[in-house]
């Protein structure tokens, strides 16, 4: 399993032949298999199961990328603009 590869596979939103080459978040064993899986979740749409992974990724490794991408996944998440939910 080489990341470069997969990295450039979810760079280039072939999500599906990247998810193929990692193992299941369930059988994932180290830090950067699961951060991936999270980076593959965020852009399929599915911030909940991403922001989980992340937070796999950084029991395993507190310096993992994982740290970065679940901060600003939350920022994201905690984003509220009064106007646009009040018109």
Do not use: C
């Amino acid at each position: 399993m080489n990341y470069t590869d997969i990295r450039k596979l979810i760079s280039a939103n072939r999500l599906a032949e990247a998810a193929a080459l990692l193992p299941s978040p369930s059988e994932a064993k180290d830090a950067e298999a699961l951060y991936l899986l999270g980076r593959i979740a965020w852009k399929e749409g599915r911030k909940t199961d991403a922001i989980s992974l992340y937070n796999a990724a950084l029991a395993l490794d507190p310096e993992s990328e994982a740290a970065v991408a679940l901060e600003q996944a939350s920022g994201i998440m905690d984003f509220y603009h009064r106007d646009l939910y009040n018109p």
